[in-house]
Nanobody
Framework: QVQLVESGGGLVQPGGSLRLSCAAS????????MGWYRQAPGSQRELVAA???????NYADNVKGRFTISRDNTKNMVYLQMNSLKPEDTAVYYC??????????????WGQGTQVTVSS
C-alpha cells in the first residue's frame, strides 16, 4: 500500500507564511503528478497547485504569485510554500499523488489533510 502524510499546517495571521510538506511512502515504483488541494467548510474541494514528474507546474488563479509548489523526487516529497496568506486561504489542505506501485498498479492517493487557518 501507499500512504501520504501531510504536515506543516497551523494558525497564522493574515500576511504570514506556512510551508506544507507531504511524504509518500509504501510500495512505490514512481510518482507521476503530485498536487495540493484544499476544502473549506461548505465548499467543494479545489485544486491549489500541481506539479508533473517533469517539473511543470499549475496553480489556481487565486494563489498565483503567493504559493509555490515543489517536489523532491529522491525523497518522494512535495511541498507547498504559502506566502501572503489571506483569510480565504483557510481550509483543510490535502496532498494528492498519482503513483505507480511496485506491482505496476497505478494509484491515486490522498493524504489525511492538514488544517490551515488564517485569522487575526
Amino acid at each position: 500500500q501507499v500512504q501520504l502524510v501531510e504536515s506543516g499546517g497551523g494558525l497564522v495571521q493574515p500576511g504570514g507564511s506556512l510551508r506544507l510538506s507531504c511524504a509518500a511512502s509504501g510500495s512505490i515504483f514512481s510518482i507521476n503528478a503530485m498536487g495540493w488541494y484544499r476544502q473549506a467548510p461548505g465548499s467543494q474541494r479545489e485544486l491549489v497547485a500541481a506539479v508533473t514528474s517533469n517539473g511543470r507546474v499549475n496553480y489556481a488563479d487565486n494563489v498565483k504569485g503567493r504559493f509555490t509548489i515543489s517536489r523532491d523526487n529522491t525523497k518522494n516529497m512535495v511541498y507547498l510554500q504559502m506566502n501572503s496568506l489571506k483569510p480565504e486561504d483557510t481550509a483543510v489542505y490535502y496532498c494528492n499523488a498519482d503513483i505507480t506501485r511496485k506491482n505496476t498498479l497505478r494509484t491515486n492517493a490522498w493524504g489525511q489533510g492538514t488544517q490551515v487557518t488564517v485569522s487575526s
